[in-house]
């Protein structure tokens, strides 16, 4: 956690050695891997081999369902769905000074700065190591390059899958976002169904309604107006190409189309990660 933190200070000697320490006692409780410049210095990455223990980052737009797909693949292989947009709503749902500050930021579509979502997120492994967690898929984190490299100096991201959808899509998709106040499912209700024209193929995404017992416990998120949400698709868009630029260059940026709605693009992900020779975990992660 002071790792993380640590490298937000700047000075890079003094970050090595906390990063160092912090990585030192994670990888006593953990099987996570680490940069080899940081195992050079006597912390060696540990692995199951039979474990899926993978660490990687899913990026995209708003609206785009990388938390659908990465929470799906969470359950397909063990690890844990980290969202920084969830920790942050946990955040909000608490009460206290830094749950006004973090509501006026979210409710504008700005992002909060690196420190809160450095702590919010150094937290959350505390918590994941301290219950035995290993691996991770992250979502919404990093944002910005600085988020990127931050997080290259702490950990070694093994893979960065860019999912992406046509923009026509994006703004329907998140305005037809719900989520369930008791059990915290996601859920969407937008029906899209755009007809191909002038050789673009057309895309169909069904409704991902929720069961029946979740109908009347819907909510929107307060970030999930129109006005707000085309500042977050703004924003996004922003920040975003140097983040794929940092990975591209390191050759572990996944760029994946996705071509409809969930029936028709799991499958295809799942050939794309590999990961199609499981049936029956493809069953019962759907
Ligand atoms: P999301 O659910 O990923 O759309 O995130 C919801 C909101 O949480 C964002 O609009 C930001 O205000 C904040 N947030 C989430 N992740 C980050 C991050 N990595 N850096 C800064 N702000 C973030």
């Not at 050695?17 to 006597?42: C, H, N, Q, T």
């Not at 997080?151 to 992406?164: D, R, Y």
Request: glycine share 10%.
């Amino acid at each position: 956690m002071t790792a993380l933190r640590g490298l937000l200070s700047g000075n890079a000697a003094v970050n090595t050695r906390m990063a160092v320490r912090w990585i030192s006692s994670v990888a006593a409780e953990s099987g996570f891997s680490f940069p080899a410049s940081l195992a050079r210095k006597g912390v060696a990455p540990r692995r199951d081999p039979g474990s899926r223990n993978v660490q990687w980052v899913f990026l995209g737009c708003p609206g785009v369902g990388k938390g659908t797909y990465a929470s799906r693949l969470s359950r397909l292989l063990g690890v844990p769905h980290i969202a920084t947009g969830d920790l942050v709503r946990d955040e909000l749902a608490a009460t206290g000074p830094l749950s006004k500050q973090l509501t006026e930021i979210v409710n504008r579509g700005q992002l909060v700065s690196d420190e809160i979502i450095i702590d919010l997120l150094s937290k959350r492994f505390e918590d994941g190591v301290a219950k035995g967690e290993s691996g991770f898929i992250l979502d919404g984190f990093p944002r910005t390059r600085r988020q990127a490299e931050i997080l290259e100096g702490v950990t070694e991201i093994e893979l960065v899958v860019n999912l992406k959808l046509r923009e026509d899509v994006l703004l329907g998709k998140c305005l037809g976002r719900r989520i369930c106040s008791q059990c915290g499912g996601n859920f969407n209700v937008a029906s899209i169904d755009i007809k191909g024209e002038n050789g673009r193929p057309g895309i169909s995404m069904p409704p991902l309604l929720p069961p029946e017992h979740c109908m009347s416990k819907l909510v929107t998120r307060a970030d999930d107006t129109e006005e707000v949400v085309k500042e977050r698709l703004r924003l996004y868009y922003e920040l975003s190409q140097p983040v794929e630029e940092f990975y591209r260059v390191r050759g572990k940026l996944l760029e994946f189309d996705l071509p409809g709605g969930i029936p028709e693009s799991w499958p295809k992900l799942l050939q794309a990660l590999n990961l199609d020779d499981h049936d029956e975990k493809q069953s019962a992660a759907a």
